[in-house]
C-alpha cells in the first residue's frame, strides 16, 4: 500500500485529513472537483486535473481542472482529450513523474494562452479494480519537482477516491431504485384507491337518479362532492410526491422549499426553524416521511384552520421532531384529529407508526392547533 512507504508522520497525518474531506455524499462533479482540490494541496502543487476516460478507455472523456482562473480556462479552449503525456497513464496506468514536463519526447504543444508548467506527477484512480481517469499535478511549489513520497501519497490518495467514486456511484443506484420503487407504489395507489374511489362516486350518483325524494338526492351529491374532493387531495400528494424526490437536497433545504411552494396555497409563508444537525443528519427513508407529513399538515391548515399564522419547527435529537402550529380555529382531536375519523390525520399517524414514531394532535396556546409528529432516527 503507498501509505506504507511514507515515513514522515507529519505527511501521513495530513494525507489522513485529505482522505477524510474526500466525500461520497455529493454530486460526483463536485466529489471530483474536491478529489483533484485534496491532491493539490497535500503535494503543494500549483495546478491540478483529473481526467476520466472514456467507456472504451482509449481517451479523456471529461477534464476537471483546479488551479485555473474561469478566464484562463476560458482562453486555453478545448479540453485535452489525452494526447501527448497524459495519454501515457491511458496507454500505460502507472505513476509518472517528470522534473521537465516540456522536455518528455511525448509532450505535445501547449495550446494557445496555456500557463507554463514543468514538473509533473500523475497516477491512475481505479474503481474496482479497473482505471477509471487519471489524476494530474504539476508545477511544484517551493522546489524543483516532486518527490517519491509525493507520488505515494497522492498514490494513496487515489485509492480512497476510488472507494468514493465506487460508493456515489452506489448511492445513485440506490436513490435510482428507491424512485421507481416509489413510482411503483404511487401508480398502485393511484390505481387501487383514486380509480376505484372515483367509479363508486360514479355508482352513487346514477343511484340518486332513483331516489325520487330531494333531501335523499342532495346528501348523496353532498357526499360524492366530498369524496371527489378526497380523491383530489390524493391526486395532489401523489403528483408531490412523484415531483419531490429530495435528491440531494437534504432535510432543511428540502423543508424550505416546500413553505416557499405552500405559501401560495396558505395566502402567507409559513416561518420554519431548525433545531440539531438536520442537515444531512436523517435517512433518505425518514426524510421522505418527514415531507409528506409536513405537506399533510399544512395542506390541512389552509383547507380547514382558517389560520393567518403557522410555526414549523423540525428538531433532530435522539428522534426528529416536526411540529406544526396554527392560530386558526382548532382541531377537534375527537371527531378529526389524531384518534377521529380524519383522513389526512389517520395517514400521519400511520406514517409516524411505520417508523415507531407516534403522533399528538392538541389546541394550541393561540387557541388553533398544535401537531407534533415524531419517530426515531
Not at 518527490?147 to 467514486?165: H, R
Amino acid at each position: 500500500m503507498p501509505y506504507r512507504r511514507i515515513n514522515d508522520a507529519a505527511k501521513l497525518q495530513r494525507l489522513v485529513a485529505a482522505i477524510l474531506m474526500i466525500e461520497a455524499d455529493v454530486d460526483l462533479p463536485d466529489l471530483l472537483r474536491h478529489l483533484v482540490e485534496e491532491a493539490r494541496q497535500l503535494v503543494g502543487a500549483r495546478f491540478g486535473a483529473l481526467g476520466v476516460l472514456n467507456e472504451a478507455r482509449t481517451a479523456l472523456d471529461q477534464f476537471v481542472t483546479v488551479g485555473l482562473t474561469d478566464e484562463e480556462e476560458d482562453h486555453i479552449g478545448a479540453r485535452p482529450t489525452g494526447r501527448g503525456v497524459l495519454g501515457l497513464l491511458i496507454t500505460d496506468p502507472a505513476a509518472l513523474r517528470l522534473d521537465d514536463l516540456r522536455s518528455h519526447p511525448d509532450s505535445y504543444g501547449y495550446p494557445a494562452h496555456h500557463p507554463p508548467m514543468d514538473s509533473f506527477l500523475g497516477v491512475p484512480v481505479r474503481v474496482r479494480g479497473e482505471v477509471y481517469g487519471n489524476l494530474y499535478l504539476t508545477d511544484k511549489l517551493n522546489a524543483d519537482a516532486f518527490s517519491e513520497e509525493d507520488e505515494f501519497m497522492v498514490g494513496a490518495l487515489a485509492l480512497a477516491a476510488g472507494v468514493a467514486i465506487e460508493n456515489n456511484r452506489l448511492n445513485a443506484t440506490v436513490s435510482l431504485l428507491r424512485m421507481l420503487e416509489d413510482r411503483d407504489r404511487i401508480a398502485r395507489d393511484l390505481h387501487d384507491q383514486v380509480i376505484q374511489r372515483i367509479f363508486a362516486v360514479g355508482i352513487s350518483l346514477q343511484g340518486a337518479i332513483r331516489i325520487g325524494k330531494p333531501l335523499e338526492i342532495v346528501d348523496r351529491v353532498n357526499q360524492a362532492v366530498d369524496d371527489l374532493d378526497a380523491t383530489i387531495d390524493h391526486i395532489r400528494t401523489a403528483i408531490f410526491d412523484l415531483e419531490d424526490g429530495l435528491g440531494d437536497r437534504g432535510l432543511r433545504r428540502s423543508v424550505l422549499d416546500l413553505a416557499t411552494q405552500m405559501t401560495q396555497i396558505l395566502g402567507f409563508r409559513p416561518q420554519v426553524s431548525f433545531h440539531g444537525p438536520v442537515e444531512g443528519a436523517v435517512s433518505q427513508r425518514v426524510a421522505d416521511h418527514a415531507l409528506a407529513v409536513l405537506r399533510e399538515a399544512l395542506t390541512n391548515v389552509s383547507k380547514h384552520a382558517h389560520a393567518t399564522h403557522v410555526l414549523v419547527s423540525v428538531t433532530l435529537g435522539e428522534e426528529l421532531r416536526i411540529e406544526v402550529t396554527d392560530n386558526g380555529v382548532g382541531a377537534d382531536v375527537k371527531e378529526g384529529g389524531a384518534t377521529g375519523g380524519g383522513r389526512g390525520l389517520r395517514n400521519l399517524r400511520s406514517r409516524a407508526e411505520r417508523l415507531g414514531g407516534s403522533l399528538e394532535v392538541e389546541e394550541s396556546d393561540e387557541a388553533g392547533t398544535h401537531l407534533v409528529w415524531c419517530v426515531p432516527c
